[in-house]
């Protein structure tokens, strides 16, 4: 399949996430999206959405028991279709999880951790849930329209855990530094929900539809 031949911006639909509020959030940005569980529709997109809320195992089962991943790892490893994971659907990305025992999709190298161990974590409530600003690492198209006002909605116990610093866009304060935000090649993750975060989502949402893929 050519890059032509594909179509559309696709909601995976794995039985995990908060897909209405994706698509309403898109189509506030000004594009259409369309939520599937079909690994052809998948397989055929030109732009992908993993959003997810929930356990690293049963997302994981999920995208399985649905014949997604196969359909996923063409469209991703193999095609380089763009996509952006949200939550618990930037976590499944990685190799592993702390909350689970299944492996992830490892197209990131990182693992999954959970938050409240270590300097600085004392005392804090886990999950870690409400508005955090973020302060961009490196320019990405995550940092287009960002501002010295921009904040996003968290809601997590775990955390992305990458191998290279340099591959974190965005970093969030939650007792330590937290990869808010990555961009490695064509996948692109958040831990925050864009859905949920009013202007600021709408605006970074923006700009991965619009993002090229050329720039990190």
Same mark, same amino acid.
């Given at each position: 399949?050519?890059?032509?031949?594909?179509? =559309?911006?696709?909601?995976?639909?794995?039985?995990?996430?908060?897909?209405?509020?994706?698509?309403?959030?898109?189509?506030?940005?000004? *594009?259409?999206?369309?939520?599937?569980?079909?690994?052809?529709?998948?397989?055929?997109?030109?732009?992908?959405?993993?959003?997810?809320?929930?356990?690293?195992?049963? =997302?994981?089962?999920?995208?399985?028991?649905?014949?997604?991943?196969?359909?996923?790892?063409?469209?991703?490893?193999?095609?380089?279709? #763009?996509?952006?994971?949200?939550?618990? =659907?930037?976590? +499944?990305?990685?190799?592993?999880?702390?909350?689970?025992?299944?492996?992830? #999709?490892?197209? #990131?190298?990182?693992?999954?951790?959970? +938050?409240?161990? &270590?300097?600085?974590?004392?005392? +804090?409530?886990?999950?870690?849930? &409400?508005?955090?600003?973020?302060?961009?690492?490196?320019?990405?198209?995550?940092?287009?329209?960002?501002?010295?006002?921009?904040?996003?909605?968290?809601?997590?116990?775990?955390?992305?855990?990458?191998?290279?610093?340099?591959?974190?866009?965005?970093?969030?304060? *939650?007792?330590?530094?937290?990869?808010?935000?990555?961009?490695?090649?064509?996948?692109? =993750?958040?831990?925050?929900?864009?859905?949920?975060?009013?202007?600021?989502? +709408?605006?970074?949402?923006?700009?991965? #539809?619009?993002?090229?893929?050329?720039?990190?």
């Amino acid at each position: 399949m050519t890059p032509t031949d594909r179509q =559309g911006i696709v909601i995976v639909d794995y039985g995990l996430g908060n897909l209405a509020s994706v698509r309403n959030m898109i189509r506030k940005a000004g *594009y259409d999206a369309e939520t599937s569980s079909d690994p052809a529709t998948i397989r055929r997109a030109a732009r992908l959405l993993l959003p997810g809320v929930g356990a690293f195992d049963h =997302g994981m089962r999920n995208l399985a028991e649905r014949g997604l991943i196969e359909a996923l790892n063409e469209a991703v490893l193999v095609s380089r279709v #763009l996509i952006l994971g949200i939550c618990l =659907g930037m976590q +499944l990305m990685s190799r592993r999880s702390e909350e689970g025992a299944l492996p992830g #999709l490892g197209w #990131l190298a990182a693992d999954t951790v959970r +938050l409240g161990s &270590g300097p600085g974590m004392e005392g +804090l409530r886990i999950p870690h849930m &409400g508005w955090n600003t973020v302060a961009k690492t490196r320019a990405t198209f995550f940092s287009r329209s960002l501002d010295g006002e921009a904040r996003f909605y968290f809601v997590h116990s775990y955390h992305l855990c990458l191998d290279d610093p340099a591959h974190v866009a965005l970093l969030t304060r *939650y007792g330590r530094d937290i990869a808010a935000a990555t961009v490695t090649g064509n996948v692109a =993750g958040t831990q925050f929900h864009p859905e949920k975060s009013h202007r600021f989502g +709408l605006a970074l949402m923006r700009d991965f #539809l619009e993002w090229d893929g050329r720039r990190a």
